[in-house]
């Protein structure tokens, strides 16, 4: 089984940053995509970003240009740059791995990792 850890999540003013990492174990990794996806209580999880195996790309709408996702093969790792962060970013962030674009997960779940965005 894969395992999935996130990381780099924390408390930020409102305009903060934060960047995320997810590294993968057991995973062949570059043969697939990979995406971050985040959760607030009482509502399902929804898809932040994806990057494919040839740096494709896609946000959700309310991403509205802030966020940036990207991956280091070598090191079995997908990142989540964030900037300008609002008060409804706050959420826990997951990671996930699909085979290709509008497939579901295939992995369990990590633990996630806790953004909270508050002045």
């Known amino acids: 089984q894969v395992r999935l850890v996130e990381s780099g999540g924390g408390l930020v003013q409102p305009g903060g940053s934060l960047t995320l990492s997810c590294t993968a174990s057991?995973?062949?990794?570059?043969?697939?995509?990979w995406g971050w996806f985040r959760q607030t209580p009482g509502n399902p999880r929804e898809k932040v970003a994806v990057?494919?195996?040839?740096?494709?790309?896609e946000y959700a709408d309310f991403v509205e240009g802030r966020f940036t996702i990207s991956r280091n093969n070598a090191k079995q790792t997908v990142y989540l740059r964030m900037n300008d962060l609002k008060p409804e970013d706050t959420a826990v962030y997951y990671c996930n791995e699909m085979p290709y674009v509008g497939t579901m997960p295939i992995n369990d779940w990590g633990q996630g990792t806790q953004v909270t965005v508050s002045s």
């Open positions: 990057i494919g195996t040839r740096g494709e790309l």
């Open positions: 057991g995973s062949i990794f570059s043969i697939n995509f």
